[in-house]
């Protein structure tokens, strides 16, 4: 069945360099797009980017100076990685995907925090 | 980048009411409108896609209607398990955008 998870570190230093990956299984990542969404603790939901399925990218115009999208088709991962870290990026992070964003991670917890 | 501006942030409803909330989009996004809801602690599930499709599993007090600038989802009769908060979604062109928000709650 169709799944989504996100790994990475629950905390990263102010200034530092986070590197989340999202790990799909029950379709392929060269059929459908993955997005990153993210959410503050008690806020809304923050579109983050995208990597289309033929390899394209797409991003936040806020965030573009800072992130990027990548993936590896062999081992059906998405990875983002987000430089310059504040304390306003602390929150959860999402992966979601296939029709009409239907499917979604768990998400992950990021606290920036010295 | 396309701004969507979702009305009311907060909804106070009694179990049987029937709400509606509102998205309204800085410029045409040709129905390309999702909407999504989220209960503490969970991800965001999807209710409707394009306007009016309803997400299969997702019970038929949602539904959505709306066009050019102007979206809305309507919960003909409240539920206990419906309140939460609620997300409007464009996905008419890059980059996506949500809307704040609006969190459902009992009165």
């Known amino acids: 069945q169709v799944q989504l998870k996100e790994s990475g570190p629950g905390l990263v230093q102010p200034s530092q360099t986070l590197s989340l990956t999202c790990t799909v299984s029950?379709?392929?990542?060269?059929?459908?797009?993955v997005h990153w969404v993210r959410q503050p603790p008690g806020k809304g939901l923050e579109w983050m980017g995208r990597?289309?399925?033929?390899?394209?990218?797409s991003y936040n115009s806020a965030l573009k100076s800072r992130l990027s999208i990548s993936r590896d088709t062999s081992k059906n991962q998405v990875f983002l990685k987000m430089n310059s870290l504040q304390t306003d990026d602390t929150g959860t992070y999402y992966c979601?995907?296939?029709?009409?964003?239907?499917?979604w991670g768990q998400g992950v917890m990021v606290t920036v925090s010295s | 980048d396309i701004q969507m501006t979702q009305s009311p942030s907060l909804l106070s409803a009694s179990v049987g009411d029937r709400v509606t909330i509102n998205c309204k989009a800085s410029q045409n996004i040709n129905k390309y409108l999702n909407w999504y809801q989220q209960k503490l602690g969970e991800a965001p599930k999807l209710l409707i896609y394009?306007?009016?499709n309803l997400q299969t599993g997702i019970p038929s007090r949602f539904s959505g209607s709306g066009s050019g600038t102007d979206y809305t989802l309507t919960i003909s009769s409240l539920q206990p398990e419906d309140f939460g908060t609620y997300f409007c979604f464009q996905h008419n062109s890059w980059p996506n955008t949500f809307g704040a928000g609006t969190k459902l709650e009992l009165k």
């Open positions: 979601t995907s296939k029709n009409n964003l239907d499917y």
């Open positions: 394009n306007t009016n």
């Open positions: 029950g379709f392929s990542l060269t059929s459908y797009n």
């Open positions: 990597m289309r399925y033929n390899g394209d990218t």
